[in-house]
């Protein structure tokens, strides 16, 4: 759950220097790839095969079965377990043994620019954007690097605070206000995914973390990272214990989720659980967008099986298996998809709030100081 | 075997050995080496840079609150030793000489206990521990009030499930130890007037001692490593060593303080191996000066 940083070109440089001196160990890394000699062996029954590294949900049967079977095809699954890893296991020469990738956006984006993913061509993909939602057509800047796209938006959603309205009122947080109060001390869990909480606590103390900072500002998020863990009750990495104190209400809000910890209790019936994002503070946003994407890795192999597979994953009754998964619910890019979700389903992924929330938020990226920040987290979490 | 100054041409000998001494260099040594190599690089963006820089070493010795966990990663190892040995011994001692018949089907128990999943058990342990769990529950009808304990994420809560899931290993070591003990010592102790209670803390515990170390060092060395139980239980109140380790290879994707991390604890777990076994060494001598 990380993102890419604006100065994408310089900081390529020294790793695609590493990958050029690695490529003896490629071989090695593909081997370590888990699923790719499983693949090999299934591919033999299969007239082609593929090779996908994907964040789980990508995997569903629901989702794999059908084009298998469709394309005479043995898709093999390699899945990621944080997006930093994916990215470093592909330019270590992995990338020759898979063709294709879903991981979060900004990793996607880079991967271009770094010769692990291809270029698409917009205009090839036009009838897939046209059934987009405006806010991801092409040019979809996210995914753009002077002028060309690296893979299509997959899966999206919104980190804000994750409230149980059964034991608070949405209203109050309409600001991350509550996560300092001393009424809320013992109430807050923070969940410890990567650069995902550092944000909107930046975002509350007037920092946009997605800007080159200054001391003073490095300063400002070290002060409210440490007051916001003064009045934490725990700093929770798995998701199925912070959702637990949420329904029980041991947890009154969590703070780093959002929308991705939301949709699937909502799915199982707590309705009464939403995701918001907070009212933009002294005219900054406060609220962040994340998305998922796909892209084709640039094996040297034919992509054309790989670029139907991508016209596939995106297709609107495609993408709503993609959105509702056994993990979690994700909102999709699809346009037309909205039309095949149930009452429920919508419900569940709050698609009456979602454009409130994207036009209250920035759009999640790697931070130029990402590094600083994530050291700081990790020096206050030592003192807690 | 008798081994020899050109020993190394013996085809038994290096049959026997060479195996094991390529498992050891393949599976222990290259990654050790490579865990060190991994330690003198840099990040950036989330990325690896490769180069060599003693960045990583600098931050570790100058930043005082890695030993800070360093020190508490000891300190609840330790308490956790000793937590555990507490409650093994007398299990182990009802086992081996109070139980009787039932003794193999405790055994067949505790072995079930032990070969459960340490991800489960350990949040299971939120459902009693927690604010709203059974213990609670359990407490506020005897009448304490509502939430009487607040264990969940706290060093405490990480302390119950290290001690629940590592206790089992000196049930073991020292039950084989006092199965082994002579019956015949401690009815001589009887015969020349020793009180249970004597024999027990003149015979049986010192005789017990292989069984009581051999579980203190499986303990420590386990609990320097224990991520699961701070990860699950912990709460991100007082984290240990491993979790130190795990973030920095997870959530701040910075592998060479990661790397770096790691073999100060391994580091810090041999030394304190070195020093028991030297204790113990000397111990020994003590006790047999011929």
């Known amino acids: 759950m990380t993102k890419d940083d604006p100065n994408t070109p310089n900081a390529m440089k020294s790793p695609l220097s590493r990958r050029t001196v690695l490529k003896g160990m490629g071989a090695g890394a593909a081997l370590a790839a888990g699923g790719v000699l499983p693949g090999a062996f299934q591919g033999a029954r299969a007239a082609q095969s593929l090779n996908y590294m994907c964040w789980e949900g990508y995997n569903a049967p629901a989702i794999l079965d059908p084009f298998q079977k469709a394309n005479d095809v043995q898709i093999s699954v390699d899945l990621i377990t944080d997006s930093a890893g994916g990215f470093a296991k592909l330019a270590a020469g992995a990338y020759r043994a898979f063709d294709l990738v879903s991981s979060d956006s900004p990793w996607i984006a880079r991967m271009g620019p770094a010769g692990i993913d291809r270029f698409i061509d917009d205009a090839e993909f036009a009838d897939q954007y046209a059934e987009f939602y405006p806010q991801f057509r092409a040019p979809f800047a996210p995914l753009q690097y002077e002028g060309k796209a690296t893979g299509l938006p997959t899966r999206w959603g919104w980190v804000g605070p994750t409230v149980n309205t059964k034991f608070d009122k949405l209203e109050t947080w309409s600001s991350y206000a509550p996560v300092f109060d001393p009424a809320y001390r013992d109430k807050i869990c923070l969940l410890d995914w990567g650069d995902w909480p550092i944000m909107p606590l930046a975002l509350y103390a007037g920092v946009n973390p997605y800007k080159e900072l200054d001391k003073n500002e490095l300063d400002e998020v070290r002060k409210v990272l440490r007051a916001a863990f003064k009045n934490t009750r725990a700093i929770v990495g798995d998701l199925a214990i912070a959702q637990k104190g949420l329904l029980d209400g041991s947890f009154r809000c969590l703070i780093g989720g959002g929308s991705y910890c939301t949709s699937s209790l909502r799915l199982a019936g707590h309705d009464y659980v939403q995701s918001i994002v907070p009212e933009p503070r002294n005219g900054l946003k406060q609220g962040i967008i994340w998305m998922e994407a796909t892209g084709l890795l640039d094996n040297g192999n034919d992509p054309t099986l790989a670029k139907k597979f991508l016209k596939y994953i995106v297709s609107p009754d495609v993408a709503v298996k993609l959105a509702i998964t056994e993990a979690t619910c994700n909102l999709v890019p699809n346009q037309k998809a909205e039309a095949l979700f149930t009452p429920e389903q919508k419900s569940a992924l709050q698609m009456d709030y979602m454009w409130h929330a994207w036009d209250n938020s920035l759009f999640h990226t790697i931070a130029p100081n990402i590094d600083d920040m994530l050291a700081i987290w990790q020096e206050e979490l030592a003192a807690r | ?290």
Request: with cysteine; glycine share 6%.
């Open chain 2, 1 to 290: 075997m008798r081994i020899d100054r050109k020993s190394w041409r013996d085809p038994l000998l290096l049959g026997t050995t060479v195996p094991l001494t390529l498992l050891m260099i393949v599976f222990f040594l290259v990654p050790l080496a490579m865990t060190g190599i991994l330690s003198f690089q840099t990040t950036k963006y989330y990325r690896l840079i490769w180069t060599w820089d003693l960045a990583t070493w600098r931050d570790v010795f100058g930043k005082p609150f890695y030993w800070t966990i360093m020190l508490r990663t000891v300190a609840m190892s330790l308490v956790c030793v000793v937590l555990s040995l507490a409650i093994a011994m007398p299990v182990a001692y009802a086992l081996a000489t109070r139980l009787g018949s039932l003794q193999r089907h405790v055994t067949i128990l505790i072995t079930f206990a032990f070969l459960t999943d340490a991800v489960l058990k350990t949040f299971g342990w939120i459902l009693v521990l927690d604010k709203n769990g059974v213990l609670n529950w359990g407490l506020s009808y005897l009448g304490f009030g509502p939430q009487a304990l607040n264990l969940l994420f706290t060093p405490s809560a990480t302390m119950i499930g290290m001690v629940y899931n590592l206790a089992v290993y000196p049930m073991f070591t020292i039950y084989l130890s006092l199965v082994r003990i002579d019956r015949d010592l401690q009815l001589a102790a009887y015969d020349a007037g020793a009180s249970r209670l004597r024999t027990f803390f003149e015979v049986t515990l010192p005789l017990s001692k292989p069984g009581l170390y051999a579980g203190a060092v499986l303990v420590f060395v386990l609990s320097l490593g224990a991520f699961l139980e701070p990860k699950v239980m912990g709460g991100g109140n007082s984290p240990m060593a491993s979790e130190l380790i795990r973030q920095s290879f997870e959530t701040r994707v910075n592998w060479p303080l990661g790397a770096a991390l790691t073999l100060v604890l391994i580091v810090i777990g041999a030394l304190s191996l070195a020093i028991s076994a030297l204790v113990a060494m000397r111990r020994r001598r003590v006790a047999s000066p011929a």
